[in-house]
T-cell receptor
Framework: SAVISQKPSRDICQRGTSLTIQCQVD?????MFWYRQQPGQSLTLIAT?????????ESGFVIDKFPISRPNLTFSTLTVSNMSPEDSSIYLC???????????FGSGTQLSVL | KNQVEQSPQSLIILEGKNCTLQ??????????LRWYKQDTGRGPVSLTI?????NTKSNGRYTATLDADTKQSSLHITASQLSDSASYIC???????????FGGGTRVLVKP
């Protein structure tokens, strides 16, 4: 199993600012992912964080808006840039040891943009 | 149309009663199906993972079933407790590229 520490747990931000969310895993993991969960909806994959290279973004998400870092096998950050109220959501990081293994999730970051 | 549909969207049950949640999917080719429990304000936690060849899997009071022919799964909660109040999410994995498709979830409220 993997224990993921995600912070901040919540934040209220002003329009036009940026917020960086951090995820620290207690062990080295191959795959790390970032998800968004909009109010009342299910999870949508933003990107796969690749160690030592650029993240792989899903359709509808771009690096300029959601820059991601993954400097090593235990840590990743997601930045929500130039925020607007539409970015108000829960952001979750997750890890998976390998395909077909269970996903472990951080506790999430509740973001509200005014 | 979402490739993973869950029903009902929400339900209320009395403590001690049983309930069953449904998940229908069209994802193909299928690799595995997962059920997650998400408490309010928390990240999802894995309950079960089932591959194509598995029909049922239990985790305590949670029992998941899978019919890969009809592309249906269910999650049965036995003797519900107040702590079972949460959203339950069905997730289907595609064989190619390990793509995960999330259902919209079922919100369960257990009342005393």
């Amino acid at each position: 199993s993997a224990v993921i520490s995600q912070k901040p747990s919540r934040d209220i931000c002003q329009r036009g600012t940026s917020l960086t969310i951090q995820c620290q895993v207690d062990s080295q993991v191959t795959m790390m992912f970032w998800y968004r969960q909009q109010p009342g909806q299910s999870l949508t994959l933003i990107a796969t964080a690749n160690q030592g290279s650029e993240a792989t973004y899903e359709s509808g998400f771009v690096i300029d808006k959601f820059p991601i870092s993954r400097p090593n096998l235990t840590f990743s950050t997601l930045t929500v840039s130039n925020m607007s109220p539409e970015d108000s959501s829960i952001y979750l990081c997750s890890t998976q040891g390998s395909t077909n293994e269970k996903l472990f999730f951080g506790s999430g970051t509740q973001l509200s943009v005014l | 149309k979402n490739q993973v549909e869950q029903s009902p969207q929400s339900l209320i049950i009395l403590e001690g009663k049983n309930c069953t949640l449904q998940c229908n999917y069209t994802v193909s080719p299928f690799s595995n199906l997962r059920w997650y429990k998400q408490d309010t304000g928390r990240g999802p936690v894995s309950l079960t993972i089932m591959t194509f060849s598995e029909n049922t899997k239990s985790n305590g009071r949670y029992t998941a079933t899978l019919d890969a022919d009809t592309k249906q799964s269910s999650l049965h909660i036995t003797a519900s407790q107040l702590s079972d109040s949460a959203s339950y999410i069905c997730v289907v994995s595609k064989t190619a590229g390990n793509k995960l498709t999330f259902g919209g979830g079922t919100r369960v409220l257990v009342k005393p």
